[in-house]
């Protein structure tokens, strides 16, 4: 419980009235002081008492695409035998402050607050912790109460339904299939749980660590690899086209997933990610990625190498020194093909020698020129 800046201001001038009143013998100044002060004390007493009450909040859902809807529900119980008076909530919402104001509410009962998040972007939004404010009508003296809890939801990158293109080698002639060929199969990444896997794959640490059923996720290693690179230099690209970046690479792995390709993301910066020696999904590390000015690629042009294993290089607008090392990496790929995602271009794209270039404003376009070149 504070005084604000009109309460401090009523109390000091109140304490110099005092003052000049008992100096200057003045008896209406040491009243008017002493009033003055009676409010403010009459401002404590009214707000000392915070709100009895429960809180619960709720996300829903949990998870989501970019751009969909999400929301939080927060029920608030008052204590059996007393009523809360109004009060005010603040909300804190992925750092920013939310504020509702709430009348009272009937001993017992429960008033919900429901209020939709942003998902405009990726990576998780954290809804709490939260204060309950109580401000006397005079405005002169706030006491809060700060509740603490939160919950969050992850901002997944959109998946647009896409096919994958020939690789350059294939298991059989009848090209990609669906099946898992349990003589080949090796573990790929981590997934959640769902009916009907084997539960002789689930992964019991890290389910423990998160509270979900988490199953190791196996692929057929006789089909050829797809590495996908997602450049995050914010060199080469501005954050809304590093959107569309991340989309157009959650669709690709999503592809090469249900055709059973094994797949490896990359990132530019270098970054690699793992829990308890285990790679993170694809979708939460793509959840996560944010631009960044490290610069790993030279590195990774001379670190990688094809294996014949086939490459998409997603980017924005490349400088011709980068170009020279996509080349590189790309060398003996088979195939390669290098992804331009800019929605306002200021120069012509060029593709390296042997790489099949994709110029784009966004996902959705590379969508319908990935599927042209089939």
């Not at 003996?332 to 306002?344: E, I, N, Q, R």
Request: hydrophobic share 45%; charged share 20%.
């Amino acid at each position: 419980m504070h005084l604000t800046r009109v309460g401090t201001g009523l109390s000091v001038s109140c304490a110099v009235l005092f003052v000049l009143g008992l100096v200057l013998g003045l008896t209406v100044l040491v009243a008017l002081a002493i009033a003055g002060l009676v409010m403010v004390l009459l401002a404590v007493a009214d707000v000392v008492e915070t709100p009895p009450l429960s809180v619960t909040r709720t996300a829903s859902p949990t998870e989501v695409d970019r751009n969909a809807p999400a929301q939080v529900t927060l029920e608030f119980r008052a204590a059996p035998r007393r009523r809360p008076r109004p009060f005010t909530v603040i909300e804190t919402v992925a750092g920013q402050k939310r504020v509702a104001s709430m009348p009272a509410l009937p001993a017992g009962q429960v008033m919900p607050l429901v209020y939709a998040l942003d998902t405009s972007r990726r990576g998780s939004v954290t809804a709490g912790p939260m204060s309950l404010r109580r401000m006397d009508p005079l405005g002169l003296v706030v006491a809060e109460r700060k509740v603490s809890g939160s919950c969050a939801v992850a901002v997944r990158p959109r998946r647009h339904h896409l096919r994958m293109l020939p690789t350059g080698r294939q298991r059989d002639l009848e090209g990609p299939t669906r099946e898992v060929s349990q003589g080949s199969a090796s573990f790929h990444q981590l997934r959640e749980y769902v009916p009907g896997d084997d539960l002789r794959h689930i992964h019991w640490r890290t389910s423990a660590r998160t509270g979900t059923l988490v199953v190791k996720q196996l692929v057929d290693t006789t089909k050829p690899e797809v590495v996908v690179i997602v450049d995050n230099r914010a060199s080469a690209m501005k954050a809304p086209d590093f959107e569309e970046v991340v989309e157009i690479a959650a669709s690709i792995l999503h592809a090469a997933e249900q055709d059973g390709f094994p797949c490896q993301l990359l990132f530019a910066d270098g970054r690699d990610d793992a829990i308890d020696g285990m790679p993170i999904p694809h979708l939460d590390r793509l959840t996560d990625v944010q631009l960044t000015t490290n610069d790993s690629l030279y590195r990774l042009a001379e670190a990688l190498r094809a294996r014949g294993r086939s490459l998409v290089f997603v980017t924005g607008q490349l400088a011709a020194a980068d170009l020279v090392l996509v080349a590189r990496i790309a060398k003996d790929f088979t195939p390669a093909y290098l992804v331009s995602v800019v929605g306002d271009r200021t120069f012509p794209f060029v593709a390296p020698p042997g790489v099949v270039g994709i110029t784009c404003a966004n996902a959705r376009e590379f969508v319908a020129r990935w599927t042209a070149l089939r």
